[in-house]
């Protein structure tokens, strides 16, 4: 069996530091190791929709954002199809057949969707379409026979939930459907990276993340600001690695080759942690090596991307590209679900002669 991926964002706003540890940069790998046949990263502009109905312009904006942001850190159009997902007409449609295999409690106990609605205070009032996610989840996965997905432990729920569906359909319809696979990051440090004020969360509303897009002069001034240990007050005084924002990117982006380029009175990460726990060592010494270290990692994004936005029309190209190469994959897969479920009318032709059978005298 062809191994093929299936991953995306939401188009809410430009990708930001916690996105690309969590997995941009693995998508990157993941594209550029030659393991998989076919590649779909999908804009999905639909399931913003659900929870921003009232705001379409936000995600009309932010859909060349994102797709600025994929090619900047490396997504190669020649390698991965970057759609866009309610220009598949296909998805919505399988969404609306999967939605019998599914019932309301199991829905109502998927662990994300409940964290997800609490979140944006959804309880007293759920859209149907955001509280339908994981069928339109199913959708997505399904309709380009993806076998991996790469998730974050958080979405686990989410895709056991399209693994019951796939299951469900082909107990019912024969086989039909590919049951995908979870591929959950080995490093925990790249499961969430936490916002600059120490918050477990990156979030744009909260005002706490480093995107991709910021300039250098943003980027260090977010750093000087981030949370470290509020007890190392004094250089000399001995610091806590535990909760503090500045390692925690550390462990995320430091290189051994940083410390030979910024760092040289310490030879490696190890070291530098096991100076601050001991006294002598100040945030703002490791807040400056961080902004070394971070710019290192950015400037080049930084740099394609400003390449990238002096030819749009070629990054729509790409989306227009990828978009028509998805529409193929999901068509073929929709054509072999009505025909599994015996709703290919027009094509069925023992059906047809079986109709006019029927009347003869």
Request: glycine share 6%; hydrophobic share 35%; proline share 5%.
């Amino acid at each position: 069996m062809s191994k093929i991926i299936l991953t995306g964002d939401r188009p809410t706003g430009k990708l930001h530091l916690g996105h690309y540890v969590g997995s941009l940069r693995r998508r990157v790998e993941l594209q550029n190791s030659g393991e998989y046949e076919k590649i779909f990263i999908m804009i999905a502009d639909a399931q913003a929709l659900t929870d921003n109905v009232d705001n379409p312009e936000k995600i009309r904006e932010n859909i060349i954002e994102v797709a600025l942001d994929y090619l900047s850190c490396g997504i190669d159009p020649e390698k991965s199809n970057i759609l866009i997902q309610s220009e598949l007409s296909e998805l919505t449609e399988l969404t609306f057949y999967y939605m019998n295999m599914v019932t309301v409690s199991r829905l109502e106990r998927n662990p994300t969707v409940k964290s997800e609605i609490q979140m944006r205070n959804f309880e007293a009032s759920i859209p149907v379409g955001f509280f339908c996610y994981p069928i339109s989840q199913t959708a997505d996965i399904t309709a380009f026979n993806a076998t991996t997905v790469p998730v974050g432990e958080d979405q686990l729920p989410m895709l056991e939930q399209a693994r019951e569906i796939v299951r469900k359909f082909n107990a019912t319809y024969g086989e039909t459907l590919v049951e995908p696979q979870a591929l959950v990051p080995d490093n925990k440090i790249c499961s969430r990276l936490p916002g600059t004020d120490g918050k477990a969360k990156m979030s744009k509303s909260l005002g706490n993340c480093i995107y991709l897009s910021d300039p250098a002069d943003v980027v260090k001034k977010k750093v000087m600001g981030m949370f470290t240990d509020p007890n190392h007050l004094r250089v000399e005084d001995p610091g806590s690695l535990e909760g503090n924002t500045v390692f925690i990117y550390l462990d995320a982006f430091a290189k051994p080759e940083h410390f030979e380029k910024f760092d040289t009175e310490h030879r490696s990460l190890d070291e530098l942690k096991e100076h601050y726990q001991r006294g002598g060592l100040g945030d703002v010494k490791v807040k400056k090596f961080l902004i070394n270290v971070l710019e290192d990692e950015l400037a080049p994004i930084r740099a394609r991307r400003a390449e990238l936005q002096n030819d749009i029309p070629y990054v729509v190209d790409v989306l227009k590209k990828g978009t028509d190469v998805a529409r193929q994959e999901a068509a073929k897969t929709l054509a072999s679900v009505k025909n599994a479920m015996r709703i290919n009318y027009f094509d069925d032709e023992a059906l047809i002669k079986s109709w006019q059978d029927k009347f003869k005298e």
